[in-house]
Structure formats: structure tokens, C-alpha cells
């Protein structure tokens, strides 16, 4: 088994950016998922292992809970109206090109096994 990388959510945000507590370990996630996830000190600062940074969907979350159905599949009947129906919309291109990102990796993983 080879990993493909790892995905950040978002985290709250002040101002337009992280938190600085979060910010410290946004900094650390590269470093750490080379050494522990694969085994290479050596690529300390390498963010290439980055899939995604997902945003914080704080609204669509419990509304998708109720409805028992995705974030990203939400409609008006669900209670997404107005703008959040739009947000829905944003949710939905972020996940797809996640999971493209996702397959176009494992597509490369498969055809150059390292």
C-alpha cells in the first residue's frame, strides 16, 4: 500500500485567516506525514503530498445530517435555500476535483509503483 497524500480542513477563520494555533500546525503537517507516513526525513517541507484543503462547510453539515445525504448533494427541500444552495454548489465542484485529484494520483501510483 502507497499513500496518496493527505487533506487539510479548513479551519475557522478570523480575518480571512487561520487561527495561530492552527496556523503552527498547518506548518507541521508536511513534515510529520514525511516522517511518519513515509518514513523520509528528508522531505521535510514537501507539500506536494497536499491533495486538498477543503473549506469549512459549517452550515451544509448539519443540514446534510438531517437529510442523510451528502453535503454536496443537498437541494431547497433539504432547507438549502438562497445563497446557501449556491455554497452547496462550491461544495460540490471542491469534492469532485478531490476525488479527480484522488484519481489521477493513484492512476500515477499504479503506473510508476516506486
Known amino acids: 500500500m502507497q ?3 493527505y487533506v487539510i480542513m479548513q479551519p475557522e477563520m478570523r480575518l480571512d485567516r487561520p487561527v495561530k494555533a492552527y496556523a503552527r500546525w498547518l506548518q507541521r503537517i508536511p513534515r510529520v506525514f514525511a516522517s ?3 518514513g523520509d526525513a528528508a522531505e521535510a517541507d514537501d507539500r506536494s503530498h497536499e491533495i486538498a484543503t477543503l473549506r469549512n462547510f459549517r452550515s451544509l453539515m448539519p443540514l ?3 437529510a442523510r445525504k451528502p453535503m454536496f448533494d443537498l437541494r431547497a ?3 438549502a435555500l438562497g445563497s446557501t444552495q449556491q ?3 462550491t461544495c460540490y465542484r471542491e469534492f469532485r476535483s478531490l476525488a479527480e485529484e484522488i484519481i489521477e494520483r493513484m492512476d500515477l501510483t499504479i503506473s510508476d509503483p516506486a
Open 3 to 5: 499513500p496518496l497524500g
Open 77 to 79: 427541500a433539504d432547507g
Open 87 to 89: 455554497y452547496v454548489q
Open 64 to 66: 446534510a445530517h438531517d
Open 36 to 38: 511518519a507516513v513515509l
